[in-house]
């Protein structure tokens, strides 16, 4: 019933868009994105996961943080403005 996705979804943005590209993973259970999301910061994209504090569900991010894929670690309330400000 359940397929994570965003492994894939993240793999295809660092095949095609490389460093132009910005990956944030947010709260969620389990360790979907955080190979993928590390595949994106090897390929140049500027990469962040929400921090602990303001999620829900740690275990997305907290597994993307371990294997070195976020860049920046953001709470909830400032990825809107990481974003803007693509990390800056």
């Known amino acids: 019933r359940h397929k994570p996705s965003v492994d894939v979804l993240f793999r295809s943005v ?9 990956g944030v993973i947010m709260t969620g259970m389990g360790d979907d994105g955080a190979r993928g999301l590390l595949e ?21 991010p907290k597994e993307a943080i371990a ?7 953001v709470g ?13």
């Open 14 to 22: 660092a095949r095609e868009a490389g460093k132009n590209a910005l």
């Open 40 to 60: 994106m910061r090897e390929a140049g994209a500027l990469t962040a996961a929400q921090d602990e504090a303001s999620c829900v569900v740690f275990g997305m």
């Open 67 to 73: 294997r070195g894929a976020a860049a920046h670690i």
């Open 76 to 88: 909830l309330d400032q990825i809107g403005r990481f974003i803007l400000n693509q990390g800056h």
